[in-house]
T-cell receptor
């Protein structure tokens, strides 16, 4: 099956700093999503981005499907950004399950 | 975005008992839902695909007799953990899409503790 690798596995930032999280995948994908898992376990949808670039406030994401990677940018980080960020991909079209990477655990300290 | 509601959010049960977890699509119909399990500090692993009106499809290594899935309507899928044991303690979370080839949304998750 497809392999989804996220880096770095852990990241500690000072409040106000910027960061880039990376997601590499081993095969072509039909769908790619970024999630933030909060301390209560809830998965918050950040981006649905099978290709191209999107921005939402301090967050933006870019997926280069032909090169099999996606990047999540966090600017001016805040303590509320702490948590685990997951990249997940869908390999087939239609309604098939997402395959998750292992996540990046982000801690933003004041 | 679409709303997927999961209940209960937290449950503690005794070994040997069964626990039912509900996953509802609140504002759309979902012919297919997905059930995942997450152990502490690990990623989400797919357990099974729940199909409305038919049998669920289980991933390799997941016991279908222990994790019973029923998708009796277009808005409700249930996961029943039968004869629960402490090793079944985990975070269970469901997912659904409104339309094909669109983003997936997740329920709030259920934290199961078996004592």
């Amino acid at each position: 099956g497809i392999q989804v690798e996220q880096s770095p596995p852990d990241l500690i930032l000072q409040e106000g700093a910027n960061s880039t999280l990376r997601c590499n995948f081993s095969d072509s994908v039909n769908n790619l999503q970024w999630f933030h898992q909060n301390p209560w376990g809830q998965l918050i949808n950040l981006f649905y981005i099978p290709s191209g670039t999107k921005q939402n406030g301090r967050l933006s994401a870019t997926t280069v499907a032909t090169e099999r990677y996606s990047l999540l940018y966090i600017s001016s980080s805040q303590t509320t950004d702490s948590g685990v960020y997951f990249c997940a991909v869908e390999t087939d079209s239609g309604n098939t399950p997402l395959v998750f990477g292992k996540g990046t655990r982000l801690s933003v300290i004041a | 975005g679409a709303v997927v509601s999961q209940h209960p959010s937290r449950v503690i049960c005794k070994s040997g008992t069964s626990v039912k977890i509900e996953c509802r699509s609140l504002d759309f119909q979902a012919t297919t839902m997905f059930w995942y399990r997450q152990f502490p500090k690990q990623s989400l692993m797919l357990m099974a695909t729940s199909n409305e009106g038919s049998k669920a499809t289980y991933e390799q290594g997941v016991e279908k007799d222990k994790f019973l899935i029923n998708h009796a309507s277009l808005t409700l899928s249930t996961l029943t953990v039968t004869s629960a044991h402490p090793e079944d303690s985990s975070f269970y979370i469901c997912s659904a899409r409104v339309l094909l080839n669109t983003e997936a949304f997740f329920g709030q998750g259920t934290r199961l503790t078996v004592v």
